[in-house]
């Protein structure tokens, strides 16, 4: 009989698999990665649900976790990962994986700590960015999983990505927790990349990089699309997009909710970026409140309160389309424009924004009278562009039902027009309230004809 190994009875027996038992220090020097490994390994042999125990008051150093079908992986406590800071530690670049595995849980109230700023050579201070060694890891990459449920966990000061899904079904990610570096770059909150049936609920997030993005990446594989996703209830705060979509969409992405989030502060607050062959739409933003602002470069976005964008990658780039979107009940502060922005290779089609109310100001030092068009080669990155409430362009069938555009008490010359369209066709215009920056100079509204 293994000494590691302990049944307990619940509403059923329940096995549980004790880390210490299989040879783990949690001093928080020793690299506890074989250690770890062997009791999840024997957890993995028994399945049915086996509990592996990460007990509480510990600090375990790690490199690279591989999890296995059939488990529960339980950080107890204040239980803490800290990951190694020698790539030579690792089997591959994340520090917890699972590939093609099933019925996996990871929960608890334990913690995985990135040590991000050990993984950046110096800080800019005129950028505003750490900038990043050659190497450092993802804290978490899930391949192929199906009923994946992550829960309550802590993840912080991840050096890359936090939280990666790959082709996994049937997820579930409750209560997590994550507090990155608001300035280290790509250390995104949850991406769920060509993943399907996947709720995101009650997280609270703070990162540098987009705080929950659903992305179809390019992949030797073919991971399928992604689709059916929620993402509710959640607290977010980040130096890119709160709420978004892409820019890496190589297969459809349709099928996806966000709703009742706030966004404390972001650089850009609900955002669509299609710059591939996939197609976006049956997409619904509702009931969501939001602050977004201009920052440095090479931050990502300048301040677009909502930006749905569809411009090819390349000059040669395929592109598909963005179109079926409600934005509904949103209210937000902001920099800058709300941009429905197609171009001439792909027009943006079938939007609705229904009782949203943005307030535009100007609160930040950066310069402004910018739209962000990256990441693009076949335009211009970042474009001098005037600033009015809302910006239409190589679009069809907007319906703008109910909403308003504010001003706040910092009026620059290049706020314009409550409303501006160019080559634009079926612009519906319902019960609108609001004026132009400057009344003597431009009109509320102006819709130029194709």
């Not at 739209?371 to 239409?392: F, L, W």
């Not at 010359?413 to 080559?423: C, G, L, P, V, W």
Request: net charge negative; charged share 25%; glycine share 8%.
């Amino acid at each position: 009989m293994n000494c590691g190994v302990l049944s307990v009875k619940a509403q059923k027996a329940i096995t549980i698999v004790n880390v210490i038992n299989y040879g783990a220090k949690g001093d928080g020097k020793t690299l506890d990665t074989k250690a770890m490994q062997k009791a999840i390994d024997a957890a993995a042999k028994i399945g049915n649900g086996t509990k592996i125990l990460v007990p509480t008051g510990h600090q375990y150093l790690i490199s690279t976790l591989v999890l296995k079908s059939n488990i529960e992986f339980f950080l107890e406590g204040n239980a803490q990962l800290l990951v190694s800071d020698k790539k030579e530690d690792y089997s591959v670049e994340g520090a917890i994986v699972a590939n093609d595995v099933k019925n996996l849980k990871i929960s608890g109230t334990g913690s995985i700590n990135g040590r991000a700023l050990e993984f950046m050579t110096h800080y800019d201070t005129v950028k505003e960015i750490w900038t990043p060694k050659e190497w450092r890891p993802k804290l978490f990459i899930l391949t192929k999983c199906t009923d994946l449920e992550i829960t309550d966990i802590t993840i912080e000061k991840a050096p890359s990505w936090s939280l990666h899904m790959l082709g996994c079904e049937n997820v579930l990610i409750d209560g997590v927790k994550i507090k990155n570096n608001l300035d280290v770059p790509n250390c995104d909150g949850i991406d769920p990349d060509h993943c399907r049936n996947v709720e995101i609920r009650n997280c609270e997030i703070s990162c540098g990089d987009d705080a929950i993005v659903v992305k179809a990446t390019q992949q030797d594989i073919d991971y399928g699309p992604s689709a059916n996703i929620w993402v509710h209830d959640c607290k977010l705060e980040t130096q890119d997009s709160g709420v978004k979509i892409g820019t890496e969409t190589t297969q459809d992405i349709y099928n996806i909710v966000f709703e009742r989030c706030e966004i404390k502060t972001s650089c850009r607050g609900l955002t669509i970026q299609l710059r591939d062959e996939g197609n976006v739409y049956n997409i619904v933003f509702k009931n969501i409140n939001f602050t977004s602002r201009y920052h440095s470069n090479p931050w990502w976005g300048r301040g677009e309160a909502i930006s749905l964008t569809a411009i090819p990658r390349n000059p040669d780039s395929k592109i598909g389309i963005i179109h079926n979107v409600l934005i509904e009940n949103v209210k937000g502060i902001s920099e800058n424009s709300i941009r429905i922005n197609g171009t001439k290779e792909s027009r943006i089609t079938d939007i609705r924004l229904q009782n949203v109310n943005v307030t535009l100001n100007r609160w930040t030092k950066y310069p402004g009278n910018l739209y962000d068009n990256r990441p693009t080669k076949a335009y211009q990155g970042i474009e001098v562009h005037d600033t009015p409430g809302i910006s239409i362009r190589f679009s069809d069938r907007v319906v703008l039902d109910d909403c308003s555009i504010a001003w706040g008490n910092t009026i620059p010359e290049y706020f314009t027009n409550a409303i501006q369209a160019t080559e634009s066709t079926g612009i519906e215009i319902i019960n609108f309230n609001g004026e132009s920056a400057n009344p003597a100079k431009y009109k509320a509204i102006d819709i130029l004809k194709l």
